[in-house]
């Protein structure tokens, strides 16, 4: 908290440990659905209020103001890249491994060159379908591929359980994009892309590289950039190449 007040106007509630307000941009309602301040250490939700949490050297802190009447939280986001792979999380740096449909693909090639120039070395292996509490794993390959591990299976059901405001058939052929009131607003079939950062349960962050087919899985390894992901919850890709922050604005 005092690392936030020393850089901006903030105003609270309950006694000063919830933030109501940010140089004037305050919580409440929007047209009847609740918007509220969040924030981020390294891409994590932060699990305790702001004057409870302390910050480590180097830690990227993101303040978000958005309506949460589809999603109570959202675990985990890609908008503060290149962490936490660097920095971790709660101070402590995690192993990172790249877990690819195939381990030859250019998609996996091209996320594990992109990991190593901001200077984290990942173990590189298959999609494994078990949990590892303490490991940042970076899933790369088409939906059908990527869906069968703990922490993805929830984006199927939309941002109510998972925080990810896209909607993914199990065949994985199309990819939906939602917006903040959880409402379609685009359809995307063959070449679509996903980046995405989701949290299973009290799991290390699982990042998923995806996409309705090999296209646009590469579409989705090209994407893993500081400039291509900054401050968004996800990044979706048309075949053309065109990003599509997720949520998408309404309409």
Not at 24 to 52: C, I, L, M, R, S
Not at 63 to 70: A, E, F, I, V
């Amino acid at each position: 908290m005092s690392l936030l007040t020393r850089n901006d106007k903030v105003s609270t509630r309950y006694g000063g440990g919830f933030v109501q307000g940010i140089d004037g941009h305050t919580g409440g309602t929007q047209q009847g659905e609740p918007e509220d301040w969040f924030y981020y250490v390294n891409g994590v939700e932060a699990p305790k209020g702001a004057a409870d949490t302390d910050v480590n050297s180097g830690d990227r802190i993101w303040w978000d103001l958005h309506d949460w009447s589809q999603a109570e939280g959202v675990p985990a986001v890609v908008g503060s890249y290149p962490e936490p792979f660097l920095h971790g999380t709660e101070g402590r740096r995690l192993p990172v491994r790249i877990e690819c449909q195939d381990t030859t693909s250019a998609a996996c090639q091209t996320v594990n060159t992109r990991l190593q120039e901001v200077g984290v070395p990942a173990a590189l292996s298959s999609i494994d379908p078990g949990e590892y509490n303490s490991t940042l794993r970076v899933l790369v390959g088409t939906w059908a591929a990527v869906r069968g591990t703990p922490a993805t299976q929830p984006i199927e059901r939309g941002p109510r359980a998972s925080g990810v405001y896209v909607r993914l058939t199990p065949d994985g052929h199309t990819l939906t994009l939602l917006d903040a009131r959880g409402q379609p607003t685009r359809t995307l079939g063959v070449g679509a892309g996903l980046v995405a950062a989701i949290q299973y349960g009290k799991e290390a962050p699982e990042w998923v590289i995806t996409g309705t087919d090999a296209a646009g899985v590469s579409l989705a390894a090209d994407a893993l950039s500081e400039r291509a992901l900054r401050n968004h919850f996800a990044l979706a890709l048309e075949p053309s190449g065109a990003v599509l922050p997720v949520p998408t604005a309404s309409p």
